[in-house]
């Protein structure tokens, strides 16, 4: 069975050309960038260029860049960092209701190290207001942290406005660009923010490789990691480096493909929510209907579980999700469309369609069809729509 995968915002197959670019790194180039002699010094050098490619990406300089584990360690590291570089100054921090684990548990666990956090309410489509922002800021605020685009319901959050805001406050800024890096434009400068997290596996790169913009001149953040002076002292640990060369090379191919790929992903996108809207009853588009990453659909079904349909869209070789991959196990419904204001069964009703790079629009009426036949047959079933009749 051929399948369809529409579950980018989880993960992206890495690029082949990303994967060609890092083979050498495991083999004949697999010297540590530490050492003083050639093999060393090559790797070095590789690791360098990648450097300069993921800063071109957000348009930063290769030296505010710091490699990490992936999106969860650059949002540890962002608020920690911050937090405890700047505890004597302050110990409130601004985020919002709708931001990934990485950030939300990272919060929970600095609240119980006499941190405050204001977690910020969302409208029904998942904006944050930049004014809420203004009221909640505080002569203790230390870091405001607002995610760029959201990773279930691809709400594109207003930051440059948010920026503003905390520049003229004096507050540092963080957002988590997990979901937009590579795939809308995405410059530091524009956006005003002081600290930004990456990962490599939401663009096409290799899993456990990420990267975090500190923005010079903003104060140095207490080090996440200890040991070696890798990354200019400020994450300790030998580089990865096949993991950041090939995210380098996927830096630079999404740099290339991304006027074309907003357009492309934007008319498949809208030709799905359409579609779907159009031909299935009881159905609504979750997220801002403008403000939202080009390769997002969320839906809520009504009278249907949403693991019941991805698990028969799995059946028809179709992935989806329920929500983010995060959460996927567990049966809670999710917090960002419990933010939005959506019911606890209207949320666990909702599915998520990511596009990428090869999808193609004969799978997006595959989707269409075996969706349409899906609802049908569990609705037919369902004691949801049997107690509303
Ligand atoms: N932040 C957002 C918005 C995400 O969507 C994800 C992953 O789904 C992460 C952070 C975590 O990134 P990683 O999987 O690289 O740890």
Same mark, same amino acid.
């Given at each position: ?24 790194? /495991? ?18 050098? &590789? ?61 929970? /666990?600095?609240?119980?190290?006499? /941190? ?130 090939? /995210? ?5 191919? &999404? ?18 929510? @359409? ?48 929500? @983010?991959?995060? @959460? ?60 509303? @009749?």
């Amino acid at each position: 069975m051929e399948r369809i995968y529409l579950d980018h915002a989880a993960t992206t197959p890495v690029h082949p050309d990303v994967l060609k670019t890092m083979i050498p790194y /495991f083999t004949d180039n697999f010297g540590n960038p530490s050492t003083i002699y050639s093999y060393g010094q090559e790797a070095k050098a &590789a690791v360098e260029d990648a450097r300069a490619s993921v800063a071109a990406l957000i348009n930063a300089e290769p030296e505010e860049i710091v490699f990490t584990s992936g999106g969860t360690e650059s949002d540890n590291f962002a608020l920690e960092g911050v937090a405890y570089a700047n505890e004597k100054r302050g110990n409130h921090i601004i985020t919002s209701a709708v931001e990934h684990h990485a950030v939300l548990e990272t919060c929970k /666990f600095l609240e119980k190290r006499g /941190f405050y956090v204001t977690r910020l309410p969302v409208d029904s489509s998942g904006l944050i207001d930049p004014d809420a922002v203004k009221k909640a800021i505080t002569p203790k605020t230390i870091l405001v942290s607002v995610m760029h685009a959201n990773n279930e319901v691809g709400t594109i959050e207003p930051i440059a406005e948010i920026g503003k805001i905390t520049r003229e406050a004096g507050v540092l800024f963080h957002t988590d660009a997990v979901q937009t890096t590579g795939h809308i434009p995405t410059d530091v400068h524009e956006l005003e923010v002081d600290l930004l997290s990456m990962s490599a596996h939401k663009l096409y790169g290799p899993k456990g490789v990420g990267a975090l913009y500190i923005r010079k001149g903003k104060g140095r953040l207490v080090p996440f990691m200890h040991g070696g002076e890798q990354e200019k002292r400020r994450r300790a640990g030998t580089e990865n480096v096949p993991g950041i060369v090939g /995210f380098g090379k996927a830096a630079e191919i &999404a740099r290339e493909e991304m006027p074309k790929e907003v357009k492309r992903l934007t008319a498949l996108r809208d030709r799905l929510i @359409s579609c779907i809207l159009e031909r299935i009853g009881n159905t609504r588009l979750n997220g801002h209907p403008v403000r939202r990453l080009p390769n997002n659909t969320n839906i809520t079904i009504d009278f249907v579980e949403g693991e019941s349909m991805c698990l028969s869209l799995d059946m028809e070789g179709i992935c989806a999700s329920t929500g @983010s991959a995060c @959460s996927s196990g567990s049966l809670e419904a999710s917090h960002v469309l419990l933010a939005m204001g959506l019911r606890h069964e209207q949320a666990h009703g909702s599915l998520r369609f990511t596009l990428g790079k090869w999808n193609t629009e004969d799978e997006i009426e595959q989707v269409i069809t075996a969706l349409s036949s899906t609802v049908a047959r569990l609705r037919s079933m369902s004691p949801l729509l049997k107690n509303k @009749s």
